[in-house]
């Protein structure tokens, strides 16, 4: 994986404007986890900054896009940003602008509002050590015409498959995994926000398991 840098944070002399955003800067609110149970939204990057230290981030993919509009051609800079503190949260952003660093800047602020927990554990029936190495179950995501399947894999295998899934999973903190991509994969977005689909259902399945808890 390509050195990963830390995000920027933003939330010295911070304003919030949400309640959830005021919850956070006042202390009421310590965890991410918090937000997730109680079912709140995170509407500024900030409370990502505070509650997620040491979140980093990974430039997935930088396009140029052109349009013809009434007001002649416009072009813009696409970029798609992936985050993730390496333990278990992780968010996918994408923003076009005109220039290729605020692309950048704005497409890190939309993964942080994007930020959402991923599920980790042995899902691998060769392994089943019971640790938080991979995922628990396989999964699919879909986005556009690009698919991809994420599929438990035993300790020490790594991360098998392409470069986009490789880093977002190491961003979201999964070691051991096979993946498969299907489609075109080469569209800028759609593999990374597959990627992200398959990982958030991590949370979206309900295994006997849960039952009891
Ligand atoms: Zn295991």
Do not use: D, S
């Given at each position: 994986m390509a050195q990963s840098t830390e995000t920027q944070k933003s939330e010295a002399g911070w304003v919030p404007r949400t309640n959830v955003g005021r919850m956070v800067q006042v202390g009421q609110i310590v965890s991410l986890e918090d937000i997730f149970t109680q079912g709140?939204?995170?509407?500024?990057?900030e409370i990502v900054d505070i509650l997620l230290p040491g979140l980093k981030q990974e430039v997935l993919g930088i396009g140029f896009v052109q349009k013809q509009t009434d007001a002649g051609e416009k072009s813009r800079f696409k970029a798609i940003v992936a985050v993730g503190n390496g333990t278990g949260f992780l968010g996918v952003g994408g923003a076009k602008m005109r220039q290729v660093r605020s692309a950048i800047d704005k497409a890190t602020l939309q993964a942080k509002l994007n930020v959402v927990p991923i599920r980790r554990g042995c899902g691998s029936w060769e392994c089943g050590c019971g640790q938080a190495h991979s995922i628990p179950f396989r999964v699919r995501g879909k986005c556009g015409s690009v698919g991809i399947e994420i599929i438990p894999g035993p300790r020490g295998l790594g991360l098998v498959g392409g470069e986009t899934p490789k880093t977002i999973l190491t961003l979201a903190g999964v070691k051991d995994c096979w993946t498969r991509s299907f489609g075109s994969t080469s569209t800028l977005g759609s593999m990374a926000y597959a990627v992200y689909e398959a990982l958030l259902s991590t949370y979206r399945i309900v295994t006997p398991k849960d039952w009891v808890t």
């Open positions: 709140l939204k995170i509407n500024e990057p």
